[in-house]
């Protein structure tokens, strides 16, 4: 992909964002773009960055800590780890990243926890939630997510800020905005549960999908395709 249509991408993406908040009534300042470049060259983000995006979500540990290093003269960008966490990976999740959407498990967190270095502040993290009960998910069933944050919040160098899904994909608009809206009903009933969290972060919302999200309250939309163009099936 030429920079140039990743600059043009970015523009349109931030436009799209800006009409569904003003159609849903939403201040487009509370809605982040996160820029989803697995597969994605260092240099496709470098193209990025030169439109001031600096969050970027990952999905592959190694290609991620690879870009990181490629990109070492970027220190302002912020790296998200979206994808899924092996247990025996977790330390440099915890050493490399600002942001962690996929948490789903106590020893994940415990060990992340342990691992997170004294120099960076704590680790951000958002809990996955499955919330279309799909099998071949990740991410904890909507009853298990107060038990799981109520455990999150022990942790002092983990930052518990809300909450995360990936709902089945459908092209229906209500059906969208039915699995959003019921992840925004989750972070309201844990927020109630949990007065002294700071719950705030609902990160939904990919390519085909990000009206529906921002409709339902999505504060981070995760987009891929719609910056970078198509990715290879490497992986
Ligand atoms: C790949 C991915 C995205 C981006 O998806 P697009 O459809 O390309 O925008 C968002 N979130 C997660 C968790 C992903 O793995």
């Not at 089945?168 to 009933?189: H, I, P």
Request: charged share 20%.
């Amino acid at each position: 992909m030429f920079p140039s249509l990743v600059t043009e991408h970015i523009a349109k993406v931030r436009q799209q964002v800006e009409q569904a908040c003003l159609k849903f009534g939403r201040n487009p300042l509370d809605v982040q773009v996160l820029a989803v470049s697995k597969t994605q060259p260092a240099e496709a983000i470098r193209a990025a960055a030169a439109t001031g995006q600096q969050a970027f979500g990952e999905n592959y540990l190694q290609e991620a800590l690879q870009k990181q290093q490629q990109l070492a003269d970027f220190p302002e960008l912020e790296w998200h780890f979206i994808g899924a966490i092996q247990s025996n990976k977790t330390r440099e999740l915890a050493e490399n990243f600002a942001w962690l959407h996929t948490l789903d498990r106590l020893k994940i967190a415990q060990r992340l926890n342990d691992q997170r270095p004294a120099h960076l502040p704590p680790l951000k993290v958002l809990i996955q939630v499955n919330i279309s009960d799909e099998a071949s998910k990740a991410g904890v069933a909507p009853a298990e997510a107060l038990a799981l944050a109520k455990q999150v919040m022990q942790l002092p160098r983990l930052a518990l800020c809300g909450l995360m899904c990936i709902p089945k994909a459908t092209e229906d608009f209500t059906e969208q905005r039915q699995a959003f809206a019921q992840l925004a009903a989750l972070q309201a009933d844990l927020k109630q549960a949990l007065p002294t969290a700071n719950l705030n972060t609902l990160s939904m919302g990919m390519s085909s999908d990000l009206e529906a999200a921002v409709a339902e309250g999505s504060t981070c939309v995760r987009i891929g395709t719609a910056i970078f163009g198509l990715r290879e099936a490497k992986h």
